[in-house]
């Protein structure tokens, strides 16, 4: 086993992984449980409520230090790759059970989170929901009241008029009721303004005065009923505010850390380029050694400088003597690049702003140049390649097993799908070609 994959086992070893998860050992952060005065510590938190968000803080610190130690075993794994040009079968298994490791964890929490983002859209839906029908149900109360109204008011006049509109409005209420869009309208533009203001807005937007028929005509009724209507909605949206709040604390309380879009793009890059390099070895692997191990090398070291900051005790002075030639090789090497900005690129930037990384241009050794969208993009060129080796290799496995298993359903239906992949085209977006390698991962899942 080569250096570097002896240096990975050492890091995946029980020992340094527990150190890193364990919140009360190397990693516990500063005001964390592990300090002699806890119990005085703990008693600064008035309200539980502070207490759980400092746990919680620390839970979110833990698990970014945990991905960010497996980006550092896949820059790792990489440089072996890259080193080391034949495949030992022992070698490769070894890899196979890492990156599943690898990418098994960061799944899970891709799924969960994908999880919780679907019903926390469909508690809100729901809402949504209830509360339309809060306000549908105060608008068809006001319809029914003034209706009503309008039923049992006979007014002056004679006998006969009176008696003739009895009649009609007995005759209108066997009739299913109509909907009254005036008192929407007004329902609508007292919930915007107050009283007064949307008849002074009623009449500038009619631009008419206040003496004129016209504005006669738009003036808003002053019923209480009106009014009453207008409450109970302002009540349902009150009550529909207060309960997005609480989903808002709920999520922020429940969400799960997971790194930026384009943090898992250059994971997933990675993955792929090591998965690749086993079938076919890159003849460029020379020429990217020097550039991949300066870059391995100085995340390696940010990382340690990462966990020491965050650390609450500093380390022995002993320990001066480990650390002293990466501190020289470090300053050494972003010396001798500060003289020239070209030399930049051959390594990976501490804290770069964002107009920093436009001026200097800098690119991943391994990776795409920016972020794609899946439902208007096409796939790149590149990635279709890549997604073509891929399925030649997984087609060449399948018809080697058909061969001890003739007409296995599972496994011509793999082939089924290979077909319909390779049948897409060019142009055709790039949610198509990730749909289409979700049913190939299932239908290998499952047989």
Same mark, same amino acid.
């Not at 002896?6 to 995946?12: A, D, F, Q, S, W």
């Not at 899946?374 to 590149?382: C, L, Q």
């Given at each position: 086993m080569s250096p570097t994959l002896?240096?990975? $086992?050492?890091?995946?070893s029980p020992r340094i992984r527990r150190i890193v998860r364990d919140p009360s050992g190397f990693l516990s952060w500063r005001?964390?449980?592990n300090d002699e005065n806890s119990t005085s510590r703990r008693s600064i938190y008035a309200d539980s409520r502070d207490f759980m968000a400092?746990? $919680?803080?620390?839970?979110?610190?833990?698990?970014?230090?945990?991905?960010?130690?497996?980006?550092?075993?896949?820059? #790792?794994l990489i440089l072996d790759r890259l080193s080391t040009p034949t495949n030992i079968p022992q070698t490769v298994r070894f890899i196979s059970h890492l990156l599943r490791a690898l990418t098994g964890h960061l799944a899970q929490r891709w799924r969960r989170r994908e999880s919780r983002r679907k019903h926390d859209a469909e508690r809100r839906a729901a809402l949504f929901i209830e509360a339309e029908g809060r306000r549908r149900k105060c608008l068809d109360d006001l319809h029914s009241a003034v209706a009503a109204r309008l039923r049992h008011s006979t007014g002056g006049g004679t006998h006969a008029e009176r008696r003739k509109r009895r009649q009609e409005a007995m005759e209108a209420s066997q009739l299913p009721e109509l909907v009254d869009a005036n008192l929407d309208e007004e329902v609508e533009w007292r919930l915007r303004f107050s009283e007064a203001g949307a008849i002074?807005?009623?009449?500038?937007?009619?631009?008419c005065g206040p003496g004129t028929s016209a504005f006669l005509e738009l003036r808003l009724s002053k019923d209480d009923v009106i009014q009453q209507a207008v409450t109970e909605i302002e009540t349902v949206n009150a009550w529909c505010e207060r309960e997005l709040e609480q989903y808002e604390e709920a999520e922020e309380e429940e969400e799960e850390w997971m790194p930026a879009d384009t943090e898992i793009v250059r994971f997933v890059d990675r993955v792929v380029f090591i998965l690749l390099h086993f079938a076919w070895p890159d003849s460029k692997g020379e020429s990217l050694m020097e550039k991949h191990w300066w870059q391995t090398f100085l995340e390696g070291y940010q990382f340690a400088g990462h966990l020491l900051i965050s650390a609450k005790y500093p380390l022995p002075t002993i320990s001066d003597k480990h650390?002293?030639?990466s501190h020289l090789l470090a300053t050494a090497r972003l010396a001798l690049t500060s003289r020239d900005d070209l030399e930049l690129d051959k390594v990976v930037p501490f804290e770069l702003?964002? #107009?920093?990384?436009?001026?200097?241009?800098?690119e991943p050794m391994v990776g795409r140049k920016h972020c794609l969208d899946?439902? $208007?993009?096409?796939?790149?060129?590149?990635e279709a390649r890549k997604a073509h080796t891929v399925m030649v290799a997984i087609r060449a496995r399948v018809v080697e097993v058909l061969q001890e298993w003739p007409e296995?359903?599972?496994?011509l239906k793999i082939i089924t799908v290979l077909d319909r992949v390779c049948a897409f085209g060019m142009g055709d977006c790039l949610t198509k070609y990730v749909t289409a390698f979700e049913m190939l991962l299932n239908e290998m899942q499952v047989s």
């Open positions: 002896e240096l990975v $086992r050492h890091l995946l005001y964390g449980e400092h746990r $919680r803080e620390v839970f979110l610190k833990r698990v970014e230090v945990e991905h960010q130690f497996h980006s550092y075993i896949l820059d #790792l002074e807005a009623k009449r500038c937007l009619a631009d650390s002293m030639p702003s964002n #107009l920093q990384q436009q001026h200097l241009k800098l899946v439902y $208007r993009d096409p796939i790149p060129k590149v296995h359903p599972a496994l």
